[in-house]
Structure formats: structure tokens, C-alpha cells
């Protein structure tokens, strides 16, 4: 069974430019997270979609970040324009949906962004 | 929201137990410990998660005090590939997802020959 898929590993742009990090999670997770690590900080959350809906996006920094979920499958997360503190590592994660314990959190290998 | 706080960094040698305590003096009733651990350049990775007591898995043992205030990861004869950076997470796992689960600093660990 594929993991959690992140698209593109790399990405380097200069400031002001625009840049859509994708996310494919694993097939038949509802719910659909995005972290980020900025140089030298801790890994923080950014948003959660429980299928297409946006459940909580408190940690999203600024309107310059636009994510979506469309159809509930794959997610894009769009920096425009980026800035240079925009620079890091972004991490996408699922997990599976239900009123239960949620257990696991699968994430995928992360987008390293690189602001220039 | 819990804040959990851990050592920095361990050192230990291969074929040694390792243990690492994780304080989450705020934790919450609904609140699971679970921890996680990530490697240079991949994404973070479940080991375990606990309510209370003890688990147990293939990879490591988590204990949980009564007061559930503390947390111990407990790696059994660790080998050179263990060398990670491991994180305690508090948080409610009730909602049918994670509930803005929060990272610490971690703890680096490095495993020597």
C-alpha cells in the first residue's frame, strides 16, 4: 500500500514567486494534516481537513497560505507570493477518519521549500 | 493544550536499553501520549501510543504513570539505525483525528558502536 505521497521533494523559488506543494494521502484517510518546519524551529502545525472540509486551520501563518482538499483526495498547499521566512520543511499527514481513536498519523517525506 | 518537555539529546551505545521521559504535567483526560520518531530528511513515524500503564509493541514499550503527568520510551537493545530524533505528543484523540497534535524540541538520540 503507497504512503503518503509529497510532491514536489524540492522546490526552489525566489521571493515573491509562487509555489503549490501537493499532498497525496493514504487511500481512504479522511483526515488530511499539514506541518511545517522553519530553520532551526520545531515542527508546527499548520491545518486539518476532515475530507474536503477545512477543520481547523489556526496554525495557517498568514493569507499568503492557501490550502485545499478538493473531492477530499489529494491536497495543494499554495505560498503566494513566498517570502523568505516561507523557507522549510512542510510535511503532509493522514490518518484515518471514525468517531474512534484516531491512532496512527502517517506522514509523508515532506516538500523542502527554499525561498531565495 | 499539553506541552510536553523532554531531554535534548541521549547518547547510548548498541545493544543497550534506552530509556526517554517525556513530563506533560497539563495533560488532559481525553488526552493520548504517543510518540514518534523521525530520521534526517523523511517525515516523522509512529512508534507507540499509550492511555495509561504499560504498552507494548514490536519496537518499544511505553509506561504511563497513574497520574499520567510523565511518559517513559522505553527502546530494548538499540542498534546503530535507532540514532533518531524521538517526540512525545499529547493530545485528544477523540475527535476522529488528531486534534492540533504539538512537537516539541525532541530528543535527539545517538547510538554509538
Known amino acids: 500500500e503507497a504512503g503518503v505521497t509529497q510532491f514536489p521533494s524540492h522546490s526552489v523559488i525566489e521571493k515573491g514567486q509562487t509555489v503549490t506543494l501537493r499532498c497525496d494521502p493514504i487511500s481512504g484517510h479522511d483526515n488530511l494534516y499539514w506541518y511545517r518546519r522553519v530553520m532551526g524551529k520545531e515542527i508546527k502545525f499548520l491545518l486539518h481537513f476532515v475530507k474536503e472540509s477545512k477543520q481547523d486551520e489556526s496554525g495557517m501563518p498568514n493569507n499568503r497560505f492557501l490550502a485545499e482538499r478538493t473531492g477530499g483526495t489529494y491536497s495543494t498547499l499554495k505560498v503566494q507570493p513566498a517570502e523568505l521566512e516561507d523557507s522549510g520543511v512542510y510535511f503532509c499527514?493522514?490518518?484515518?477518519?471514525?468517531?474512534?481513536?484516531?491512532?496512527?498519523?502517517?506522514f509523508g517525506e515532506g516538500s523542502r521549500l527554499t525561498v531565495l | 493544550l499539553a506541552k510536553t518537555t523532554q531531554p535534548i539529546s541521549m547518547d547510548s551505545y548498541e545493544g543497550q536499553e534506552v530509556n526517554i521521559t517525556c513530563s506533560h504535567n497539563n495533560i488532559a483526560t481525553n488526552d493520548y501520549i504517543t510518540w514518534y520518531q523521525q530520521f534526517p530528511s523523511q517525515g516523522p513515524r509512529f512508534i507507540i501510543q499509550g492511555y495509561k500503564t504499560k504498552v507494548t509493541n514490536e519496537v518499544a514499550s511505553l509506561f504511563i504513570p497513574a497520574d499520567r503527568k510523565s511518559s517513559t520510551l522505553s527502546l530494548p537493545r538499540v542498534s546503530l539505525s535507532d540514532t533518531a530524533v524521538y517526540y512525545c505528543?499529547?493530545?485528544?484523540?477523540?475527535?476522529?483525528?488528531?486534534?492540533?497534535?504539538?512537537f516539541g524540541a525532541g530528543t535527539r538520540l545517538a547510538v554509538h558502536p
Open positions: 505528543l499529547v493530545g485528544d484523540m477523540f475527535s476522529g483525528g488528531y486534534n492540533k497534535l504539538i
Open positions: 499527514a493522514s490518518s484515518q477518519g471514525g468517531t474512534g481513536l484516531a491512532g496512527e498519523l502517517f
